[in-house]
């Protein structure tokens, strides 16, 4: 990418690269890890603000945040934690001056922040923090689609045996092959396709 978009650009573009946002008052340090980023594969957004930072994670689907800690208003730890509850699988990246045990702890507790990366870092250590949080995201996502999928296929399964007793129960026949009941398979007629699928992948 030729650089860093604005949150108002990213609005408008229909890439499909994981999103990744840098927030940090400093502008030349903003402007510092726009270039160390920006031959990246990914869809970069740099904001000055956090407010900006919570606009887009409330819009848009990030993968990646990578804030400041010293900024006027909210600090990193704070601006993590309004993050975490406004996007859980958005993955938090911390830069900060404060190598302290203390700002560590907070991040964890309040932000379940991912990396703390001190500054000033080096650049093959940015990317390298910012590419680790995209695997993780992309590691988040599957594990909600997947664990999203049982729950629907559960429900879906208490609905109908609900609504056709017996119909979930199956058993086997003497050559080893699933059957159902023939009231349960007389009521299953009347069942859509997905319900059937359903019933196919128990």
Partial sequence: MAGALTVGETMRTSDER?????CDDDADQLGAS???????????VTTQTPADALQLLGTTHVAVL?????????NGVELCAAARERSPETVRILLT??????????????????????KPVT?????RAVAAAV?????????????????RRERMLAEL?????????????????????PEARTRALGLGFDALLTLERR
């Fill in 18 to 22: 994981p999103i990744v946002v840098c």
């Fill in 34 to 44: 726009a270039r160390i980023l920006r031959s990246e594969p990914i869809h970069l």
């Fill in 66 to 74: 990578v804030s400041d800690y010293e900024m006027p208003g909210m």
């Fill in 97 to 118: 001056g404060r190598g302290t045990f203390d700002t560590a702890v907070s991040g964890i507790n309040e932000g379940e922040v991912f990396r703390f990366l001190s």
């Fill in 123 to 127: 650049p093959d250590r940015l990317r």
């Fill in 135 to 151: 695997a993780r995201h992309r590691e988040i996502v599957a594990t909600v689609a997947s664990r999203d999928a049982l729950v």
């Fill in 161 to 181: 045996e609900q609504d056709f007793p017996g119909i979930t129960r199956r058993a086997l026949d003497a050559d080893g092959r699933y059957t159902i009941e």
